[in-house]
């Protein structure tokens, strides 16, 4: 039995210098390919003589060190270092895709956000006067025939106030809103910054943009003047109460984001806003803002 027991632990021994020479032949061939920029499907022997000595890892990837399993530890109990992969370029997140119009007021509150945070995006314009935004090819992608619309992983956008809270929370970076509200002021100033996206996105934009305009008729001006005039004024009041160097308090919000595209269209189509006695705060604001270079309008 001994002696039995002695030529088994031998072949037992010859078996796992065979399985380490194999793994070892493995392993430079993958490190090989790696070098090579070569991608597959990664089948690695833990190293031990097993009839389930194999661990698979499923996936593109490419290897980057030499261990024996990519697991905590092989089926024989043996601790082993996990596996260092690195994902192929075909796994990163592609860019999000912006439909946009360079007058759109909305549209161009989307990309200051975008612009403020540094996220790289692909750029598709909607020409509105040519009627692009309601052709079929567009409205399959938004099928309220608008702008703004953003493609992010494959899910569709719309709506600039939602796009930009979205962008907000997923981008953390450089932000827009007031961050921890926990004290009083911190928690005002969060409330005062919806607010005035809400005035603007919601009481004075969507009174006075082309569509609209266009089916009030010989009317439009007018019309225009009454709607802005009426939302400014409001606005002004508002800004009283919570500027402080940006439109809410000293950091840029998104308040700003939605302040400066809508008094540069109010100037350029219906009202010499810049001109008009008794809005000081707003005339101020935009003045500040829009020398920001995440505000400029040909971006």
């Known amino acids: 039995m001994e002696m039995g027991g002695g030529v088994e632990r031998g072949g037992d021994k010859r078996r796992e210098k065979d399985g380490q020479s194999e793994f070892s032949t493995f392993v430079n061939r ?25 661990a698979v890892v499923t996936g593109l990837f490419n290897i980057n060190n ?35 119009y360079f007058r759109s007021s909305c549209s161009w509150r989307v990309r200051i956000v975008l612009a403020h945070k540094k996220i790289d995006y692909e750029y598709q314009p909607i020409h ?40 907000e929370e997923t981008y953390p970076q450089n932000p827009l809103l007031p961050k921890e509200p926990l004290l009083r002021a911190k928690a005002s100033d969060t409330l005062n910054v919806r607010e005035i996206c809400e005035v603007i996105g919601s009481g004075i934009q969507p009174l006075q943009n082309l569509a609209v305009l266009q089916k ?20 002004e009041q508002l800004l009283a109460g919570c500027a402080g160097k940006y439109s809410v308090g000293d950091q840029v919000t998104l308040a700003d984001c939605c302040l400066v595209p809508q008094v540069y269209n109010a100037n350029r189509c219906v009202l010499s806003l810049l001109h008009k006695k008794g809005l000081k705060e707003i005339v101020l604001m935009f003045e500040i803002e829009h020398s920001l270079p995440c505000m400029y309008l040909f971006m």
Request: charged share 20%.
């Open 30 to 54: 993958k490190k090989a390919q790696s070098s090579s920029g070569a991608r597959s499907r990664i089948i690695i022997p833990c190293g031990r003589p097993s009839p389930k000595n194999q």
């Open 66 to 100: 030499n261990t024996h399993c990519p697991v905590g530890s092989c089926q024989h109990g043996q601790s082993t270092t996990p596996l260092t992969l690195t994902p192929t370029p075909a796994m990163t997140t592609p860019k999000p895709i912006l439909y946009s």
């Open 128 to 167: 509105l006067l040519k009627k692009e935004q309601v052709s079929d090819e567009y409205t399959k992608v938004n099928p309220m025939g608008q702008v703004p619309a953003l493609i992010v992983e494959d899910k569709m956008l719309t709506q600039s106030i939602s796009i930009m809270e979205y962008l």
């Open 216 to 235: 009030i008729g010989d009317e439009k001006m007018e019309w225009g003047h009454f709607y802005i005039n009426k939302g400014f004024c409001a606005l």
